[in-house]
C-alpha cells in the first residue's frame, strides 16, 4: 500500500502544472479558491504574495460584510480565509462571521464554520462566547454529526467558566446509543478535567463506566484519562490495576474484532496505553507488579519482529518491565529487546535502542557495557539526533575516570551543532559534570572556558554564577583554592591577550571578576597590566554596558597600587561623564577609591574575605535620617500590609490593579533580609546601588535551580531499592576489565556497520576502554551514585544560598575550615531522604484515602472512612513518621511558643522530622490577618549546633521571617523557635512548604534536614464581613468565576440555612445574608484576595456560584465546600 | 497529547497546520518555519524523530515526521505518546487521504483544505488519538460526504423547478 502511495506522489511533480489537471482538482481549480491559488503559485517574491493576499482579504471582507451573502457563499469565503489564515496573515474580521456561520448554516455549513472557529480561535478569545448557545443547541441536536461536530470543537478549545453550562449535556452524550458520540464525549470530558479538574470531579465513576464500555473504541478513549489520573495519583487506582491487566490480556489474544488489527496486530495504540499505564501502577509497588508479570512476558512473546508497529509495543514493553518492581527473567528478556534495537539497521529503532539504554542504565550498567562497541559507533553516526541520544546516555554514565573522554565527545558535537536548544542543554551538561568530576585544575578552567566562550549568552546564567561562587567558595583545602584561582587568572590573562572581541559577553563578565577579585595572587603580572587589559575591553565595540560595568568594578578592585592610577584616571575621565548612568556611577566609584587607598582596602579588603561582617540589618544607621525625616513633616512607615488594609478600607476608587505590586515588593525585601546574615553585603556602604538591585532581580531566578537539583536527588534515590534487589538477584558476573568484554563482544555488535580496518577497530577499542571505566566495578554495578559521591571533586558546599556573587561585592562568611568535610555524611542524608520520602508517602496515603474513595463505584460518599476533620492538624498529623513515642515531646514544646501567639489558637505540634541531631516539629497559628508558621528545632544531640539557618518555601506561598537573626549556637537539648509569616500568593487546594535546616556541629561538618509540612487552603480562609450592599458591588466587580451543584443538608428542617451554617463552621466563612431559597456567603484569605459565593437550591442541590478577583481562588474554595459537605 | 501537526511542502508552503494548543498568529508562522528548517535539513536515511525547537516548549517535546514525495507530514507530540506508533498514525492517515481523494496529491490537500480538516478530526480530536482504524475513519467521513451529495443534488433541483 505504502509502495503505491510513494509511487503517486513521486508522480506528483508532473501533475502540479495545472493546465493538466485530472480529476477532482480540477474541478475546484476554476473556483474562487482556484484563482487565489492560481494567483500565488505564479508569484516570485514574498512582497507580491503579501499584496495578492491583502487584495483578496479586502475583497473577502466586503462580501462576507454584504447582507446578500448567503450561507453558501460564507462558506466558500471561509474556505479562503483559512486558506489565508494558515499562510500566516491575519483575517479577524471573518471570526464572527464563522461564529455565524456555525450557528445558522445548514450542517455542511455549519461544518465548515465550526472547523473555522477552531482555526482561527482559541479558548480564551471573547468572542467564543458567543458560541456557547450554538453548542448548547448542537449537543442537543437529533442529528449525530451535529453533535459530533459539537463535540470535537468543544475538545479543541471552550471557555473554562463556561464548562458548567454545558457539562450535564456532555455527560449525558456518555450514555448515548452510539459508540462514536460516547466516545468523543469521553475525550470532550477528559479536555474539561485537563482545563479544570475540580469541575469533573463528579463524574469519576462515568469514567469507569466507559473504561467497562461495551466497545473497545470508547473504552480506549477512555485510557487517555486514566493515564492522566493514574499519573497524578498512582495510589488511587491500584484497584484497577486487574482490569487493565484483563484488558490487555484480551487485547493480546485476539479477543478484539478484527477490525481493530493493525498490520495483523490486535489494536496497536491501545496495547501501547495500557502498557503505560501498568508501568505507571507497577513503579515500586511488588505486589502489583506481580499481577503484571505473566501478561507482559505474554506481550514480549507476542510482538513478533516484523512490522514498524510491533517495536512499538515492544519498547513500551520493556520501558514498563524496567520500570515495575524487577523480575529476573524478564529483565534478561527485556535486555535482549533493548540489545535487538540497538543492534538493529533500522535507524529509529537504534535511536529507541539508545533512548532504553539511557533509561535503565541506572538500573543496569552491565548491559551499556554489552553495547559498548555499537554506542562508540553511534558517537560518529552521520545523523546528529543519533550522536545526540548517544552523549545523553554518556551523560548518565560519566564517573571520574571516564569525564575527560566523554566530555570531550560533547564539545566536539557542541562545535557542530546549530541548534540553540541544544546548545544551552548541553553546555549545561558539561558544566555539571565538569563541576561534579573534574580531575583537576587545569582541565576544569580549560573545560568552563569551552563552555562560556561556545555556550556564550544562550547558556542558563547559573552556568557562570555558580562557577563564580565555586571559586569564591572554594573547597577542600586553601593550598587548592589558591591554585585554581591562580589557574584561571593566569588563563583569562593570556586570553585577553589574544583577541578578546571574539568572547562572548557573559565571559567577559566572568573574566573580569575574577581578575578583579584574584588577579593579585599572581605575583609576576602588574596590576596595571591587567588593568590595561580590562581597559582595553571598555574599548571596544561589542562591549554592551553591563559588561562594562563589570569591567569598572573590577578596575576598582584593582587599582590600588599608585602605577595603576594614571589609568585608572584616564577610564574615569572618559566614563564620568557618559550617558549610561550606571556606567557613569562606576566611573565615580572607581576615580574616588583609586585616590583613596585606605577607603579602598576598606571597601575591599582583601585578605578580609572570610572574616565574618556584622550586618545591621535593622538598620539603626538610618535612624538619624528617619528622624530628621520625619521632624521636616514626613508620613511615617506603615508596614505595606497595614498600609494595603487602610487602603481597601477607604476604597474610593477600585485599586485592584496595583493590589498586587505591594506583596511582590515584600517578598523581594523579605528575601534579601533573609539572606542578609551570610551573604554580606558590602555594597550597601555605597550609595545608589541601582546595578546591585538589578543583580538580585536576575539572581532570583537562578534559585528554582537549586531547588530542582536538591529535589533530583532525591527523585533519584528513590529508584535505588529495585536497582539494588535487582543486582542481588542477578548472578553477579566476574569482573573482567572493560577491554576484556569489549573484545568479547565485538563480534556480535559489528553486524551493521562493515567491518572496520583492524586500525581503527583498536582505536575504538581504546575509546570503548576509556569511555566505560569504572561502569563494571562492584561499587558501580550496584549503585552508581555512591561512587559518584566519592570521587566527586570540586565538592560543593551546601547551598545555602543560590545567590551568586554578583559582582563580587559579597563575601561569604562561613569560616574556611567548615569547608573541610562539606559533603554530607552519606549516613545521615540517606536517613533524611527516607525520612522525607516517608512522610512523603504518608501524605500521599493520606490525600489517596480522602480523594479517591469518593470515586469507587461501589464506595459511598457517606461512608469514607478517614473524614479529614476540619482543623488542619489532622493534615499535618499524618505526615508525622512515628506518631506515638512523641507526644510527650509534643506537649513540652507548647511551652516554647513565642509568648505573644500563646493566647491564640495553635494547631496540633507534630513531629516532621528527627535525625541524630534535630528533631524538628512545628504548628501553626491562625492570626486575625495571616498564618505563622512556628517551627521548634530541638537539639537532641550531646553536642551544641552552630550557624543554624532555616530557610522554608513554597511556590504558592510567601514566607517572611518574623525575627530574622540565625541562632549562633543551639545548647544540646535546647530547643529554639522560628517563626514565620505566611501569606497566599496564588491560591491552591493545600500547599507544600518546604523546608530546610542548615546547622554545624561541633564536629564542623555542615548539615542538613528537610522537613514538609502541609496546609491545607482552609487555615487561610477568614470571615469577610461585608453588608448586602458591598456584596453586590463586589460581586460585579470580580472577574474569576465557577459553579457547581454541591450537596444539600436535605434532611434538615432549613436545609439552605444548615448547610451554610455547617460551611461557616468548617471554613470560617461568614453568611452575609440568607433570603428565601437563596444566600450568600463571603470570605477572604487577605484583605485583597476576597472570594463570594452565592447559594441557590436548586433540584434538591445546592447550587453554587462562587467569584473572586483572584485566579485559581473559586475553585479551590469550591473544593473545600465540597469535602466539607461530604463529610459531614 | 499532540500538540499540533503541520503538512508542508518541500519548498515549506503550509499545506496544513493544525495545533492543538495556543500560540499566537506569530509564534504559530515562526513555528511552521523552524520546523520546516529543521526537517528540510535533514537526509533521506536518518530517523524520523526530532528534539522539539525552542518555540515549541524544548526537549519535552518531539518532532515526529515522514517525507511523501513533495510532502512533509509533521506531528508535534509530547512524551506521553509512542514515538513509533504515532509514525504509523502518520502512515494511517496518509493511507487514509490517498482512499478518500484517490491517489491523494499535493494540490488535493490544497483545494481541499477543509476536507483534509474533516478527516484530520475523525483521527485525532483536541490532540487526542480518536480513531485509528482508516476503514472506520473512512466511514465516518463518508457518511458526512454522503450528505453533502445530497444536499447538492437537492440544490440543483430546486435550481430546476426554478
Given at each position: 500500500m505504502s509502495d503505491v502511495m510513494e509511487k503517486t506522489?513521486?508522480?506528483?511533480?508532473?501533475?502540479?502544472?495545472?493546465?493538466?489537471?485530472?480529476?477532482?482538482?480540477?474541478?475546484?481549480?476554476?473556483?474562487?479558491?482556484?484563482?487565489?491559488?492560481?494567483?500565488?503559485?505564479?508569484?516570485?517574491?514574498?512582497?507580491?504574495?503579501?499584496?495578492?493576499?491583502?487584495?483578496?482579504?479586502?475583497?473577502?471582507?466586503?462580501?462576507?460584510?454584504?447582507?446578500?451573502?448567503?450561507?453558501?457563499?460564507?462558506?466558500?469565503?471561509?474556505?479562503?480565509?483559512?486558506?489565508?489564515?494558515?499562510?500566516?496573515?491575519?483575517?479577524?474580521?471573518?471570526?464572527?462571521?464563522?461564529?455565524?456561520?456555525?450557528?445558522?448554516?445548514?450542517?455542511?455549513?455549519?461544518?465548515?464554520?465550526?472547523?473555522?472557529?477552531?482555526?482561527?480561535?482559541?479558548?480564551?478569545?471573547?468572542?467564543?462566547?458567543?458560541?456557547?448557545?450554538?453548542?448548547?443547541?448542537?449537543?442537543?441536536?437529533?442529528?449525530?454529526?451535529?453533535?459530533?461536530?459539537?463535540?470535537?470543537?468543544?475538545?479543541?478549545?471552550?471557555?473554562?467558566?463556561?464548562?458548567?453550562?454545558?457539562?450535564?449535556?456532555?455527560?449525558?452524550?456518555?450514555?448515548?446509543?452510539?459508540?462514536?458520540?460516547?466516545?468523543?464525549?469521553?475525550?470532550?470530558?477528559?479536555?474539561?478535567?485537563?482545563?479544570?479538574?475540580?469541575?469533573?470531579?463528579?463524574?469519576?465513576?462515568?469514567?469507569?463506566?466507559?473504561?467497562?464500555?461495551?466497545?473497545?473504541?470508547?473504552?480506549?478513549?477512555?485510557?487517555?484519562?486514566?493515564?492522566?489520573?493514574?499519573?497524578?495519583?498512582?495510589?488511587?487506582?491500584?484497584?484497577?490495576?486487574?482490569?487493565?491487566?484483563?484488558?490487555?490480556?484480551?487485547v493480546v489474544m485476539g479477543k478484539l474484532p478484527m477490525d481493530f488489527n493493525y498490520h495483523c496486530v490486535p489494536a496497536p495504540w491501545l496495547q501501547i496505553h495500557l502498557l503505560r499505564i501498568l508501568s505507571l501502577l507497577g513503579k515500586n509497588d511488588q505486589s502489583m507488579s506481580e499481577i503484571m508479570y505473566e501478561i507482559l512476558d505474554e506481550s514480549l512473546q507476542r510482538a513478533e519482529m516484523n512490522h514498524n508497529i510491533t517495536y512499538a509495543i515492544l519498547y513500551e514493553c520493556v520501558k514498563c518491565i524496567y520500570t515495575i518492581h524487577p523480575k529476573p527473567d524478564l529483565l534478561e528478556k527485556a535486555a535482549k529487546c533493548i540489545g535487538s534495537f540497538v543492534l538493529s539497521p533500522r535507524i529509529n529503532l537504534k535511536y529507541l535502542g539508545l533512548k532504553a539504554l539511557t533509561y535503565v542504565v541506572q538500573q543496569d550498567p552491565k548491559l551499556v557495557l554489552q553495547h559498548q562497541m555499537t554506542i562508540i559507533e553511534c558517537l560518529d553516526h552521520p545523523d546528529l539526533i543519533i550522536k545526540r541520544e548517544t552523549l545523553e546516555l554518556l551523560f548518565r554514565i560519566t564517573n571520574a575516570q571516564n569525564v575527560t573522554v566523554i566530555v570531550e565527545k560533547m564539545l566536539d558535537f557542541l562545535q557542530v551543532s546549530e541548534d540553540n536548544h541544544t546548545t544551552i542543554d548541553l553546555v549545561g551538561k558539561v558544566a555539571e559534570l565538569a563541576e561534579k568530576y573534574a580531575p583537576d585544575n587545569e582541565w576544569f578552567i580549560e573545560t568552563m572556558n569551552t563552555v562560556f566562550s561556545v555556550g556564550g549568552d544562550v547558556m542558563q546564567p547559573d552556568i557562570p554564577n555558580s562557577f563564580l561562587k565555586l571559586l569564591l567558595e572554594g573547597f577542600d583545602s586553601v593550598e587548592e583554592d589558591k591554585k585554581l584561582r591562580l589557574f584561571a587568572v593566569n588563563s583569562y590573562v593570556s586570553l585577553l591577550q589574544g583577541e578578546p572581541s571574539r568572547l562572548p559577553q557573559r565571559f567577559l563578565q566572568v573574566i573580569c571578576w575574577v581578575l578583579g577579585e584574584y588577579a593579585h595572587l599572581n605575583e609576576d603580572v602588574e596590576p596595571d597590566a591587567v588593568l590595561r587589559l580590562l581597559a582595553k575591553l571598555l574599548d571596544m565595540k561589542s562591549s554592551t554596558s553591563e559588561t562594562k560595568s563589570w569591567v569598572l568594578i573590577a578596575m576598582t578592585k584593582l587599582c590600588s597600587g599608585g602605577a595603576a592610577f594614571s589609568v585608572a584616571h584616564e577610564v574615569s575621565e572618559t566614563y564620568g561623564s557618559s550617558m549610561d548612568t550606571m556606567l557613569r556611577q562606576r566611573a565615580q566609584e572607581l576615580q574616588h577609591l583609586s585616590q583613596d587607598s585606605a577607603l579602598q582596602s576598606r571597601v575591599f579588603p582583601r585578605s578580609g574575605s572570610q572574616e565574618p561582617v556584622e550586618v545591621d540589618s535593622s538598620l539603626s544607621f538610618l535612624d538619624g535620617f528617619v528622624s530628621e525625616a520625619l521632624a521636616a513633616g514626613a508620613a511615617p512607615y506603615k508596614p505595606p500590609h497595614q498600609r494595603q488594609e487602610e487602603m481597601s478600607r477607604s476604597k474610593v476608587l477600585s485599586l485592584e490593579p496595583y493590589g498586587l505590586s505591594l506583596p511582590i515588593s515584600m517578598s523581594s525585601c523579605s528575601v534579601t533580609d533573609r539572606q542578609s546574615p551570610t551573604l554580606l553585603s558590602m555594597s550597601s556602604s555605597l550609595s545608589g546601588d541601582s546595578a546591585e538591585l538589578s543583580h538580585k532581580a536576575s539572581s532570583t531566578t537562578l534559585k528554582l535551580d537549586g531547588v530542582t537539583r536538591v529535589w533530583g536527588r532525591e527523585g533519584y534515590l528513590v529508584q535505588r531499592e529495585p536497582v539494588q534487589e535487582a543486582a542481588q538477584v542477578e548472578a553477579p558476573s566476574p569482573l573482567r576489565s572493560p577491554r576484556q568484554?569489549?573484545?568479547?563482544?565485538?563480534?556480535?555488535?559489528?553486524?551493521?556497520?562493515?567491518?572496520?580496518?583492524?586500525?581503527?577497530?583498536?582505536?575504538?577499542?581504546?575509546?570503548?576502554?576509556?569511555?566505560?571505566?569504572?561502569?563494571?566495578?562492584?561499587?558501580?554495578?550496584?549503585?552508581?551514585?555512591?561512587?559518584?559521591?566519592?570521587?566527586?571533586?570540586?565538592?560543593?558546599?551546601?547551598?545555602?544560598?543560590?545567590?551568586?556573587?554578583?559582582?563580587?561585592?559579597?563575601?561569604?562568611?562561613?569560616?574556611?575550615?567548615?569547608?573541610?568535610?562539606?559533603?554530607?555524611?552519606?549516613?545521615?542524608?540517606?536517613?533524611?531522604?527516607?525520612?522525607?520520602?516517608?512522610?512523603?508517602?504518608?501524605?500521599?496515603?493520606?490525600?489517596?484515602?480522602?480523594?479517591?474513595?469518593?470515586?469507587?463505584?461501589?464506595?459511598?460518599?457517606?461512608?469514607?472512612?478517614?473524614?479529614?476533620?476540619?482543623?488542619?492538624?489532622?493534615?499535618?498529623?499524618?505526615?508525622?513518621?512515628?506518631?506515638?513515642?512523641?507526644?510527650?515531646?509534643?506537649?513540652?514544646?507548647?511551652?516554647?511558643?513565642?509568648a505573644e501567639l500563646s493566647g491564640l489558637s495553635h494547631s496540633e505540634i507534630t513531629l516532621l522530622c528527627t535525625n541524630q541531631s534535630l528533631d524538628l516539629s512545628a504548628c501553626h497559628v491562625q492570626k486575625e490577618d495571616c498564618v505563622e508558621l512556628v517551627v521548634f528545632i530541638k537539639n537532641s544531640s550531646d553536642s551544641a549546633a552552630h550557624q543554624l539557618q532555616m530557610q522554608i518555601s513554597c511556590e504558592e506561598i510567601e514566607v517572611s521571617c518574623v525575627c530574622d537573626s540565625p541562632v549562633e549556637e543551639l545548647k544540646s537539648h535546647s530547643v529554639t523557635v522560628c517563626q514565620y509569616f505566611l501569606t497566599v500568593k496564588r491560591p491552591s487546594v493545600c500547599f507544600d512548604l518546604v523546608g530546610m535546616v542548615y546547622y554545624q556541629l561541633a564536629a564542623g561538618s555542615l548539615q542538613t534536614a528537610q522537613f514538609l509540612y502541609k496546609l491545607p487552603l482552609t487555615s487561610f480562609i477568614r470571615p469577610l464581613a461585608v453588608s448586602t450592599e458591598e456584596y453586590g458591588t463586589m460581586w460585579l466587580a470580580f472577574s474569576h468565576d465557577t459553579k457547581q451543584n454541591l450537596p444539600l443538608m436535605k434532611d434538615e428542617r432549613e436545609p439552605l440555612t444548615a448547610t451554610l451554617n455547617l460551611l461557616k463552621t468548617k471554613l470560617q466563612l461568614h453568611v452575609v445574608e440568607i433570603i428565601g431559597e437563596e444566600g450568600i456567603v463571603a470570605c477572604c484569605l487577605r484583605p485583597d484576595q476576597q472570594c463570594l459565593l452565592h447559594c441557590r437550591m436548586h433540584a434538591g442541590m445546592l447550587a453554587a456560584w462562587l467569584r473572586s478577583p483572584v485566579p485559581d481562588l473559586p475553585d479551590s474554595l469550591l473544593y473545600h465546600c465540597q469535602r466539607a459537605l461530604q463529610e459531614r | 497529547m499532540i500538540k499540533a501537526i503541520l503538512i508542508f511542502n518541500n519548498h515549506g508552503k503550509p499545506r496544513l497546520s493544525k495545533f492543538y494548543e495556543h500560540y499566537n498568529e506569530d509564534t504559530e508562522q515562526q513555528i511552521i518555519r523552524e520546523t520546516f528548517h529543521l526537517v528540510s535539513k535533514r537526509d533521506e536515511n536518518v530517523c524520523n524523530f526530532l528534539e522539539g525547537g525552542m518555540l515549541i516548549g524544548g526537549s519535552d517535546y518531539k518532532l515526529i515526521y515522514r517525507h511523501y514525495a513533495t510532502l512533509y507530514f509533521v506531528f508535534c507530540v509530547d512524551s506521553s505518546e509512542s514515538e513509533l506508533g504515532i509514525l504509523d498514525l502518520i502512515q494511517v492517515f496518509v493511507e487514509t487521504l490517498d482512499k478518500c481523494f484517490e491517489n491523494v496529491c499535493e494540490l488535493d490537500l490544497i483545494f481541499h483544505v477543509d476536507k483534509v480538516h474533516h478527516i484530520l478530526a475523525e483521527m485525532v480530536m483536541g490532540g487526542m488519538v480518536l480513531e485509528t482504524n482508516m476503514n472506520e475513519i473512512i466511514t465516518q467521513v463518508d457518511t458526512q460526504n454522503k450528505m453533502e451529495k445530497s444536499e447538492l443534488f437537492s440544490f440543483q433541483s430546486t435550481r430546476q423547478d426554478r
Amino acid at each position: 500500500m505504502s509502495d503505491v502511495m510513494e509511487k503517486t506522489l513521486t508522480a506528483l511533480p508532473s501533475l502540479l502544472s495545472l493546465d493538466s489537471q485530472p480529476g477532482s482538482a480540477k474541478l475546484s481549480a476554476n473556483s474562487k479558491l482556484g484563482n487565489l491559488i492560481r494567483g500565488i503559485t505564479e508569484l516570485t517574491s514574498k512582497h507580491e504574495e503579501e499584496k495578492l493576499i491583502q487584495r483578496e482579504l479586502s475583497s473577502i471582507k466586503e462580501q462576507v460584510s454584504s447582507p446578500n451573502t448567503t450561507m453558501r457563499q460564507m462558506k466558500e469565503l471561509m474556505v479562503r480565509t483559512i486558506y489565508c489564515e494558515m499562510l500566516g496573515y491575519e483575517a479577524s474580521f471573518s471570526y464572527i462571521h464563522a461564529i455565524k456561520l456555525a450557528q445558522q448554516g445548514n450542517v455542511l455549513e455549519k461544518r465548515v464554520g465550526y472547523l473555522a472557529v477552531s482555526l482561527f480561535l482559541n479558548e480564551s478569545h471573547e468572542l467564543l462566547l458567543l458560541l456557547v448557545n450554538t453548542v448548547l443547541k448542537d449537543l442537543q441536536s437529533t442529528n449525530l454529526i451535529e453533535v459530533c461536530m459539537a463535540l470535537t470543537v468543544v475538545s479543541q478549545m471552550f471557555p473554562k467558566d463556561m464548562i458548567p453550562a454545558i457539562l450535564p449535556l456532555v455527560e449525558e452524550k456518555l450514555s448515548h446509543s452510539k459508540e462514536i458520540i460516547r466516545r468523543k464525549a469521553v475525550l470532550a470530558l477528559y479536555k474539561f478535567y485537563l482545563i479544570a479538574p475540580n469541575q469533573v470531579q463528579h463524574i469519576h465513576n462515568k469514567f469507569r463506566k466507559a473504561l467497562c464500555d461495551k466497545d473497545p473504541g470508547v473504552m480506549s478513549a477512555s485510557l487517555h484519562i486514566y493515564l492522566q489520573l493514574i499519573q497524578e495519583n498512582p495510589e488511587g487506582y491500584k484497584d484497577l490495576t486487574m482490569s487493565f491487566v484483563t484488558i490487555l490480556k484480551q487485547v493480546v489474544m485476539g479477543k478484539l474484532p478484527m477490525d481493530f488489527n493493525y498490520h495483523c496486530v490486535p489494536a496497536p495504540w491501545l496495547q501501547i496505553h495500557l502498557l503505560r499505564i501498568l508501568s505507571l501502577l507497577g513503579k515500586n509497588d511488588q505486589s502489583m507488579s506481580e499481577i503484571m508479570y505473566e501478561i507482559l512476558d505474554e506481550s514480549l512473546q507476542r510482538a513478533e519482529m516484523n512490522h514498524n508497529i510491533t517495536y512499538a509495543i515492544l519498547y513500551e514493553c520493556v520501558k514498563c518491565i524496567y520500570t515495575i518492581h524487577p523480575k529476573p527473567d524478564l529483565l534478561e528478556k527485556a535486555a535482549k529487546c533493548i540489545g535487538s534495537f540497538v543492534l538493529s539497521p533500522r535507524i529509529n529503532l537504534k535511536y529507541l535502542g539508545l533512548k532504553a539504554l539511557t533509561y535503565v542504565v541506572q538500573q543496569d550498567p552491565k548491559l551499556v557495557l554489552q553495547h559498548q562497541m555499537t554506542i562508540i559507533e553511534c558517537l560518529d553516526h552521520p545523523d546528529l539526533i543519533i550522536k545526540r541520544e548517544t552523549l545523553e546516555l554518556l551523560f548518565r554514565i560519566t564517573n571520574a575516570q571516564n569525564v575527560t573522554v566523554i566530555v570531550e565527545k560533547m564539545l566536539d558535537f557542541l562545535q557542530v551543532s546549530e541548534d540553540n536548544h541544544t546548545t544551552i542543554d548541553l553546555v549545561g551538561k558539561v558544566a555539571e559534570l565538569a563541576e561534579k568530576y573534574a580531575p583537576d585544575n587545569e582541565w576544569f578552567i580549560e573545560t568552563m572556558n569551552t563552555v562560556f566562550s561556545v555556550g556564550g549568552d544562550v547558556m542558563q546564567p547559573d552556568i557562570p554564577n555558580s562557577f563564580l561562587k565555586l571559586l569564591l567558595e572554594g573547597f577542600d583545602s586553601v593550598e587548592e583554592d589558591k591554585k585554581l584561582r591562580l589557574f584561571a587568572v593566569n588563563s583569562y590573562v593570556s586570553l585577553l591577550q589574544g583577541e578578546p572581541s571574539r568572547l562572548p559577553q557573559r565571559f567577559l563578565q566572568v573574566i573580569c571578576w575574577v581578575l578583579g577579585e584574584y588577579a593579585h595572587l599572581n605575583e609576576d603580572v602588574e596590576p596595571d597590566a591587567v588593568l590595561r587589559l580590562l581597559a582595553k575591553l571598555l574599548d571596544m565595540k561589542s562591549s554592551t554596558s553591563e559588561t562594562k560595568s563589570w569591567v569598572l568594578i573590577a578596575m576598582t578592585k584593582l587599582c590600588s597600587g599608585g602605577a595603576a592610577f594614571s589609568v585608572a584616571h584616564e577610564v574615569s575621565e572618559t566614563y564620568g561623564s557618559s550617558m549610561d548612568t550606571m556606567l557613569r556611577q562606576r566611573a565615580q566609584e572607581l576615580q574616588h577609591l583609586s585616590q583613596d587607598s585606605a577607603l579602598q582596602s576598606r571597601v575591599f579588603p582583601r585578605s578580609g574575605s572570610q572574616e565574618p561582617v556584622e550586618v545591621d540589618s535593622s538598620l539603626s544607621f538610618l535612624d538619624g535620617f528617619v528622624s530628621e525625616a520625619l521632624a521636616a513633616g514626613a508620613a511615617p512607615y506603615k508596614p505595606p500590609h497595614q498600609r494595603q488594609e487602610e487602603m481597601s478600607r477607604s476604597k474610593v476608587l477600585s485599586l485592584e490593579p496595583y493590589g498586587l505590586s505591594l506583596p511582590i515588593s515584600m517578598s523581594s525585601c523579605s528575601v534579601t533580609d533573609r539572606q542578609s546574615p551570610t551573604l554580606l553585603s558590602m555594597s550597601s556602604s555605597l550609595s545608589g546601588d541601582s546595578a546591585e538591585l538589578s543583580h538580585k532581580a536576575s539572581s532570583t531566578t537562578l534559585k528554582l535551580d537549586g531547588v530542582t537539583r536538591v529535589w533530583g536527588r532525591e527523585g533519584y534515590l528513590v529508584q535505588r531499592e529495585p536497582v539494588q534487589e535487582a543486582a542481588q538477584v542477578e548472578a553477579p558476573s566476574p569482573l573482567r576489565s572493560p577491554r576484556q568484554q569489549g573484545d568479547e563482544d565485538s563480534p556480535h555488535s559489528q553486524t551493521p556497520t562493515p567491518t572496520p580496518t583492524p586500525e581503527s577497530e583498536q582505536e575504538k577499542q581504546q575509546l570503548a576502554s576509556s569511555l566505560f571505566v569504572g561502569l563494571a566495578s562492584p561499587s558501580s554495578v550496584s549503585l552508581m551514585g555512591k561512587s559518584e559521591q566519592t570521587s566527586q571533586r570540586f565538592r560543593r558546599k551546601a547551598r545555602i544560598q543560590d545567590k551568586p556573587p554578583t559582582s563580587g561585592e559579597q563575601i561569604n562568611n562561613l569560616p574556611p575550615g567548615g569547608a573541610a568535610d562539606l559533603l554530607l555524611d552519606s549516613n545521615v542524608s540517606s536517613e533524611l531522604v527516607s525520612s522525607l520520602e516517608q512522610t512523603h508517602r504518608n501524605s500521599l496515603d493520606l490525600t489517596a484515602n480522602g480523594a479517591c474513595d469518593a470515586e469507587l463505584p461501589d464506595g459511598d460518599v457517606k461512608e469514607i472512612k478517614t473524614p479529614l476533620s476540619t482543623d488542619d492538624s489532622v493534615l499535618a498529623a499524618g505526615l508525622s513518621p512515628h506518631e506515638g513515642p512523641d507526644r510527650p515531646k509534643d506537649l513540652c514544646l507548647t511551652s516554647y511558643l513565642p509568648a505573644e501567639l500563646s493566647g491564640l489558637s495553635h494547631s496540633e505540634i507534630t513531629l516532621l522530622c528527627t535525625n541524630q541531631s534535630l528533631d524538628l516539629s512545628a504548628c501553626h497559628v491562625q492570626k486575625e490577618d495571616c498564618v505563622e508558621l512556628v517551627v521548634f528545632i530541638k537539639n537532641s544531640s550531646d553536642s551544641a549546633a552552630h550557624q543554624l539557618q532555616m530557610q522554608i518555601s513554597c511556590e504558592e506561598i510567601e514566607v517572611s521571617c518574623v525575627c530574622d537573626s540565625p541562632v549562633e549556637e543551639l545548647k544540646s537539648h535546647s530547643v529554639t523557635v522560628c517563626q514565620y509569616f505566611l501569606t497566599v500568593k496564588r491560591p491552591s487546594v493545600c500547599f507544600d512548604l518546604v523546608g530546610m535546616v542548615y546547622y554545624q556541629l561541633a564536629a564542623g561538618s555542615l548539615q542538613t534536614a528537610q522537613f514538609l509540612y502541609k496546609l491545607p487552603l482552609t487555615s487561610f480562609i477568614r470571615p469577610l464581613a461585608v453588608s448586602t450592599e458591598e456584596y453586590g458591588t463586589m460581586w460585579l466587580a470580580f472577574s474569576h468565576d465557577t459553579k457547581q451543584n454541591l450537596p444539600l443538608m436535605k434532611d434538615e428542617r432549613e436545609p439552605l440555612t444548615a448547610t451554610l451554617n455547617l460551611l461557616k463552621t468548617k471554613l470560617q466563612l461568614h453568611v452575609v445574608e440568607i433570603i428565601g431559597e437563596e444566600g450568600i456567603v463571603a470570605c477572604c484569605l487577605r484583605p485583597d484576595q476576597q472570594c463570594l459565593l452565592h447559594c441557590r437550591m436548586h433540584a434538591g442541590m445546592l447550587a453554587a456560584w462562587l467569584r473572586s478577583p483572584v485566579p485559581d481562588l473559586p475553585d479551590s474554595l469550591l473544593y473545600h465546600c465540597q469535602r466539607a459537605l461530604q463529610e459531614r | 497529547m499532540i500538540k499540533a501537526i503541520l503538512i508542508f511542502n518541500n519548498h515549506g508552503k503550509p499545506r496544513l497546520s493544525k495545533f492543538y494548543e495556543h500560540y499566537n498568529e506569530d509564534t504559530e508562522q515562526q513555528i511552521i518555519r523552524e520546523t520546516f528548517h529543521l526537517v528540510s535539513k535533514r537526509d533521506e536515511n536518518v530517523c524520523n524523530f526530532l528534539e522539539g525547537g525552542m518555540l515549541i516548549g524544548g526537549s519535552d517535546y518531539k518532532l515526529i515526521y515522514r517525507h511523501y514525495a513533495t510532502l512533509y507530514f509533521v506531528f508535534c507530540v509530547d512524551s506521553s505518546e509512542s514515538e513509533l506508533g504515532i509514525l504509523d498514525l502518520i502512515q494511517v492517515f496518509v493511507e487514509t487521504l490517498d482512499k478518500c481523494f484517490e491517489n491523494v496529491c499535493e494540490l488535493d490537500l490544497i483545494f481541499h483544505v477543509d476536507k483534509v480538516h474533516h478527516i484530520l478530526a475523525e483521527m485525532v480530536m483536541g490532540g487526542m488519538v480518536l480513531e485509528t482504524n482508516m476503514n472506520e475513519i473512512i466511514t465516518q467521513v463518508d457518511t458526512q460526504n454522503k450528505m453533502e451529495k445530497s444536499e447538492l443534488f437537492s440544490f440543483q433541483s430546486t435550481r430546476q423547478d426554478r
